[in-house]
T-cell receptor, first 115, second 115 residues
């Protein structure tokens, strides 16, 4: 079972470059999320999508855009990368808000370095 | 005030010891509660959900006190393989009217089991 698949696993960007992080889930989940994890900061929500066709800002959305392409896929775009965006990015999915006690499934993470 | 607070540790305990983690959350509207485990450079994975009545899974016991907004995790007879970071997680509705929820993570407590 694939679960949540993120690509790429590693990326080095120069300041000002752009890139898109891809995420796909095969569990027919409605809700998808992008988090970033920095040392000493824990996981912080960047953007989320409650269902296909909707996206909303989380705690730290500045510098990012997202697209919920279909029910399976939720991508995160950095338009002009900055060193402050050096982080580990995790995509996650859950069935939906009506299933409050269900777990979130995470991708393996993308380690992004901006130089 | 951070929404979910945990002692970051590290907790260094000998193999076989009992160790307890505590967590407090600030949003009284939090709907559901979890402990996740994260191994070094890996994605978080669900350890267990936390229910008001308390629940146990083998060597692990979780407790929730809604009145005090407090969550705990007890690990008995600790094993070397328990070494990891333990994340306290609460689930809240992300905007009024429902339709979307999200997980808010504590920064994690780092546990090191020593032989």
């Amino acid at each position: 079972n694939a679960g949540v698949t993120q690509t790429p696993k590693f990326q080095v960007l120069k300041t000002g470059q752009s890139m898109t992080l891809q995420c796909a889930q095969d569990m027919n989940h409605n809700s998808m999320y992008w988090y970033r994890q920095d040392p000493g900061m824990g996981l912080r929500l960047i953007y989320y999508s409650a269902s296909e066709g909707t996206t909303d800002k989380g705690e730290v959305p500045n510098g990012y855009n997202v697209s919920r392409l279909n029910k399976r896929e939720f991508s995160l775009r950095l338009e002009s990368a900055a060193p402050s965006q050096t982080s580990v990015y995790f995509c996650a999915s859950r069935p939906g808000y009506r299933d409050l006690n269900t777990e979130a499934f995470f991708g393996q993470g993308t380690r992004l370095t901006v130089v | 005030r951070k929404e979910v607070e945990q002692d970051p540790g590290p907790f260094n305990v000998p193999e076989g010891a009992t160790v307890a983690f505590n967590c407090t959350y600030s949003n009284s509207a939090s709907q559901s509660f979890f402990w996740y485990r994260q191994d070094c450079r890996k994605e978080p994975k669900l350890l267990m959900s936390v229910y008001s009545s308390g629940n146990e899974d083998g060597r692990f016991t979780a407790q929730l006190n809604r009145a005090s907004q407090y969550i705990s995790l007890l690990i008995r007879d600790s094993k070397l393989s328990d070494s990891a970071t333990y994340l306290c997680v609460v689930n809240i509705l992300l905007y009024s009217g429902g339709g979307a929820d999200g997980l808010t993570f504590g920064k994690g407590t780092h546990l090191i089991i020593q032989p």
